[in-house]
Structure formats: C-alpha cells, structure tokens
C-alpha cells in the first residue's frame, strides 16, 4: 500500500524558513516526478513546486528564488526548502508522488503558517 508522508510545517514569522520533507513508500514500482502543492482557505490547489527523475524542476513563479525543492531518489525523498517566508505562504502544503504505472498519490498535508 502506497503511503506519502509530509513532515516539517509550522508557525514561522514572515522573513524565516521551514523545510518540509516528504517520504513515499509502499511500492515496488518507481517514482517519476514528486512535488509540492499547497492549498489556501477559500482558494484552490496550486503547485508549488515539482522535481522529475531526471533533476528537472518547476516552480510557481510567486516562489522562484524563495523555495528550492530537492530530491534523494534513491530513497523516494522529497524536500523543500523555504526562506524569505511571507504571509501569503500560508496554506497546507500536500507532497505528491507519481508513480510508474501506479498513477499520483497524495500525502495527507501539512500546515505553514507565517505571521506578519
């Protein structure tokens, strides 16, 4: 049974830093892509951040310089690193893992909070 897992979110002043990770198990079959999605009250789910197998990454542009999202693919680890923390990264933040064969799965979310 697949199990994606996020830890690392917070209360955190607007200006510091938190790092999520998150963490797939439960299959056999490889992962092709992990990432960062967050969710505000009242707005949709939006990416955050996404990495593929091969290194590749993508970022919203409201985090690009801000954020770095990191990948051990050997242990189907994913993390994101995030500085300069405003106000408006607040949300709950969901990691997902795509799977070869198996489709995407969703981790059960975590909270960042940043105060102003």
């Known amino acids: 049974q697949v199990q994606v897992v996020e830890s690392g979110g917070g209360l955190v002043q607007a200006g510091g830093s938190l790092r999520l990770s998150c963490v797939a198990s439960?299959?056999?079959?490889?992962?092709?892509?992990m990432g960062w999605y967050r969710q505000a009250p009242g707005k949709q789910r939006e990416l955050v951040a996404y990495t593929t197998r091969g290194s590749g990454t993508n970022y919203a542009d409201s985090v690009k310089g801000r954020f770095t999202i990191s990948r051990d693919n050997g242990k189907n680890t994913v993390h994101l690193q995030m500085n300069s923390l405003r106000p408006e990264d607040t949300a709950v933040y969901y990691c997902?893992?795509?799977?070869?064969?198996?489709?995407?799965?969703w981790g059960q979310g975590t909270q960042v909070t940043v105060s102003s």
């Open positions: 997902k893992a795509d799977y070869n064969r198996l489709g995407s799965y």
């Open positions: 439960g299959s056999i079959f490889s992962i092709n892509g």
